[in-house]
């Protein structure tokens, strides 16, 4: 029991950090998650999707094609807890509970062979794995985002336990079959992975490369390979399968290879627009060349890491803090010398090539940084901050304490600010305001609504705050397609989303109308005599985020 | 001969990339460089600086209080060549230039058994962009830098000649008269050399040792007592204060702001967590790591004009991986050397963090010494790797490959800096002044007045420069204006010269035959009799009359 009393403690913090007011910070939902929760209901009820498509193994919701997975991860989430915020983030945070038993697994067997002393404190023994569990369990990203139904998220998890499989697998073949079905799952769970996945285990699959074919060889006999093709399959298929498809194409539009601004026009009036230096430098190849490099170095750099740089987008990150804690950089630096003085060995090989992998499918995105693609970077930075916190206390032995101690202080700091102090910043990028608003219109009915569309899709909150019924919604479905770009519905029921003014302010009967500040602006008289019922929606710092107006019968 | 070829070539070419077109690139002169030049020349003319103050310690020029070694050093060379930006700006270049050799000395003492490394080291900082942009420019901290790496040179020399140890001391206490962030990084830097290497540095503590190191410390005692006295006066705090991290109010504001958060604001959890000391312990944790941030060191480089070329880092974007390689080989700290040369690498960019604007490349300048170090032991680590690999063709692709991209990156940016940066920002080093001093001059005795505006730092001290102003009628004029926000004064008036913001409409307009010089400020375009336009061809002052 005491052997295993720090991963308990770490996995009971890392509950409580993630499940603790898992619905309501941040205070509000994202447009994916609305959308997820109402596929995984639609699917629970009829087995179909928003779109009436069977069981999808990729869903179209906006038209921006969302791998299924994290929905059907929903669904059973949904059948116990009902259609809300908390069962529509559960998986997620339950994924990020489960990592941090991954990452114990998996350092522990990285490091099964290394005879490593531990520490002992108070006659219990602590090992590099234990470190690395509570490092991830406290990391503020991590937190964050099993907080939100971050695919991503999953994802990370499935892959921890793909890699700890792997690493069996190359001892005992009886490992493959958990090896080969999660790295199916975690193809299925994310975009991104198609690229990730593959590298990683490319990587792995190197540095272990004589064990790896020792287990291999035998397994490619026909009778041995029959029982796998159908992963084999499976994983080659949604591999090369969504290339060619709407899918493919969207990520095609993403890319930084597809940027092609040209010469512009200052650097045709500074050079002249004849002159060799604008072929010679000022080139194609050379702009792809820096921001392929410039993204990747970017996912290094203490601006996104510690503290909070221009180049956040504000969603995905604690507001006023980088994605890792502040005083991170102390374990990260210590681990790093730890890694380097035990090298050449495959730990710090592996340890240190997962971190250098992780970041590349996100620097080939036009978005020059987002806490979302790079997030499977946390498990190897906290791998990493384990052993920091490892070799610091057996180097330093008690001196390190103070160091512990400001560390617990800043953490406690991080999350009071995650906690309380954002929910400001996080109403306006979670969409604060959807549900307040669709609860008026439940609380007021009318002959008509109009919801403005200004904010991004508002017919899925309509939907999933209202839990509409999923048959009739797919029966009676409007949904304009927007191209390469995402679409919109135009009406559910009597509900019709779109812009409006104040000519329909003052002509609609018997209407309830739901709109920004840009369409009930202020000069509009909310006492007037077409005006039953007025209503305002704010932010907790107090900004207008809806104006509601009911019209007379 | 041939032994010392390669040397020879690196430090042509670090002459070349220093030297050339000096005083036309950057295009202007800025208003410290004009203060340099002009103090030390009214010194050559009168024993005065334009304060009236002779000889001075510390000039103090707009308030702002500089540090003397600069000017003394460019003493001679107005002295030789006259007032103009040649003598301004090549004695940094020369030192720039001198930087370049001591690295390689440098590197060649620490790493002895390492045949490329000096060579790499001395030939990317003889291309590094940072180096480049404060060796071209009347720069006090490029000084300051080469006197730091003359010092440590001359203290690795010294445990082998313990008479080079007068070196160590002497060098590193002029750069604390050069510039002031040397005041925190050399005497760290001096202290842990001397207590790191205490063995070698105290083995055999008699005879003629004992006594060149007890001389030496007495000198470096001598030398050093008047800054802990400057330090303690007003002058000396004054500049600092004006800088600090703590002068910027955010992080206490925001710890206010924080606390409100909560309902029970006084709390003792509440005090704990926000905290001013809290609150600036962590705005100095994010200003330190900047200074590492590779987007700094690689993309973006510093916000200010003056020490930016457009699109460019502080190193080139190629060298990354090799920086990444070199901070693993680095980490290992298997050597005293390693950790030294890490420790300088930490140190460095200390000073520019208690400051308010970080990352700051200019405070920060001598963190481009371990840079290059760093970068240069990742280049030569992966050659060494190669090397050993089979093929054999390996390596001899990997050096052309890097080759193609040094030249392409090195082109890239020459052409950056002598083409774009003029033509971009014009207005970082205070382009046209000498166009406006040539006009005036010309034309002096046609007008009563001559108001010029103050839309760019410290014009009397430019017009000072570039009119050759008499100093002993300047220093019989000289009023200064009371302290701004952050801690500068001006002069207004100057014999004929004016410098205020022209109000044209209002004021300026009424005014009895004057000359008014504008910058942006709104004027009637149709009255302009005279034009300077910037590199690119926009308008950057315009000239009217009210004859």
Known sequence: ?553 | MKKYLPLAIILLLAAVLRVVALDKYPAGLNADEAAIGYNAWSLVQTGKDEHGVSWPVVFRSFDDYKLPVYFYLVLPFVKLFGLNIWSVRLPSAILGLGSVLLVFLLVRKLFTNNKYLPYLSALILSASPWHLQFSRGGWEVNVATFFILLGIWGFFKGLEKPKYYFLFVISLALSLYTYHSARIVSPLLALYLVVFYRRPLFSGFTGKKRVTILLALLVGIIITTPIAIQLLSKEGQARFSGVSLLSDTGPYWRALELRRGHPQESGMYVRVIHNQYLSYSLRFVKNYLSHFSPRFLFVAGDEIARSKVPEMGQSFLFLAPLFFLGIFWFLKMDSPEKRFVLFWFLVAPLAASMTFQSPHALRAQNMVIPLSIITAAGLSLALDFLGKLRPKLIKPIFVVLISIFGLCSLGRYLHMYYVHYPKELPFAWQYGFDQIAAYTKAHYDEYDHIVISDRYDQPYILMAFFLQYSPETLQKEMVMTPRDNFGFSTVRNMGKYEFHKINYDNVDKKMPNTLIIAADEPVNDKAVIFTIYDPVGKPMYKFLSTK
Not at chain 1, 22 to 49: H, M, Q
């Open chain 1, 1 to 553: 029991m005491k052997k295993y009393l720090f991963l308990i403690i770490a996995i009971a913090l890392g509950t409580f950090l993630r499940l603790w007011q898992l619905s309501a910070v941040p205070n509000g939902l994202t447009w994916d998650e609305a959308a997820i929760g109402y596929n995984a209901y639609s699917i629970l009820k009829t087995g179909r999707d928003e779109h009436g498509a069977f069981m999808p193994l990729i869903f179209k919701s906006f038209g921006d094609y969302k791998p299924g997975a994290y929905i059907y991860f929903t669904v059973p989430a949904v059948a116990i807890f009902g259609l809300n915020e908390f069962a529509v983030r559960f998986p997620s945070a339950l994924a990020g509970i489960l990592a941090i038993f991954g990452v114990y697994l998996l350092v522990k067997e990285l490091f099964s062979e290394k005879k490593l002393k531990p520490i002992r404190i108070f006659s219990i023994d602590i090992n590099i794995w234990d470190f690395s569990a509570i490092a991830l369990a406290v990391s503020p990203w991590h937190v964050h985002f099993g907080h939100g139904a971050w695919e991503v998220n999953v994802f990370s998890t499935v892959m921890v336990f793909a890699m700890y499989f792997f690493l069996r697998f190359i001892k005992n073949k009886s490992s493959i079959f958990p090896l080969i079905s999660l790295v199916c799952l975690s193809l299925a769970t994310y975009q991104a992975a198609k690229m990730l996945t593959p590298f990683i285990f490319l990587f792995l699959a190197i540095v272990y490369w004589r064990d790896f074919w020792h287990q291999t060889l035998p397994l490619l006999k026909p009778r041995k390979i029959v029982p796998l093709l159908p992963f084999i399959l499976f994983a080659l298929w949604i591999l090369f399968g969504s290339i060619f498809s709407s899918a493919g194409n969207r990520l095609a539009t993403l890319s930084v290879f597809n940027y092609k601004p040209g010469i512009s026009e200052a650097t045709r009036q500074i050079d002249g627009s004849t002159s060799p230096y604008i072929s010679l430098f000022h080139n194609q190849t050379e702009l792809s060349f820096h921001m392929v490099m410039s993204r990747y170095l970017y996912h290094f750099s203490p601006e996104v890491l510690f503290y909070e740089g221009s180049l956040f987008s504000e969603r995905a990150h604690i507001p006023s803090l980088g994605v890792l804690h502040p005083l991170e950089i102390i374990w990260l630096v210590l681990g790093l010398i730890w890694l380097t003085r035990l090298f050449p060995n495959k730990q710090t090989i592996v340890i240190l090539g997962l971190l250098l992998i992780a970041p590349i499918p996100a620097s080939l995105t036009l978005a020059e940084f987002s806490t979302y693609r790079a997030l499977f970077m946390v498990i190897p930075l906290s791998i990493i901050s384990g052993i920091g916190m490892y070799y610091g206390i057996q180097k330093i032995k008690w001196f390190i304490a103070p160091v512990f101690l400001l560390y617990f202080i800043v953490s406690v700091y991080v999350f009071d600010i995650y906690f309380l102090h954002s929910q400001a910043v996080f109403a306006k990028e979670f969409n604060y305001g959807y549900k307040q608003a669709v609860e008026i219109i439940k609380e007021n009915p009318t002959q008509r609504v109009i919801f403005t569309d200004v904010l991004g899709q508002p017919y899925i909150y309509y939907v999933f705050y209202t839990g509409y019924d999923p048959s009739t919604y797919q029966k009676n479905i409007d949904f304009i397609d927007g191209g390469l770009d995402v679409g919109r519905v135009g009406h559910v029921g009597n509900v019709e989303f779109h812009q409006f003014g104040n000519d329909e302010l003052t002509h609609l009967k018997d209407t309830l109308l739901v709109g920004s500040e840009g369409n009930i602006d202020r000069s509009f008289d909310i006492t007037g005599e077409n005006v039953a019922l007025f209503k305002q929606i704010n932010t907790p710092d107090d900004k207008i985020i809806f104006r509601i107006v009911k019209t007379k019968p």
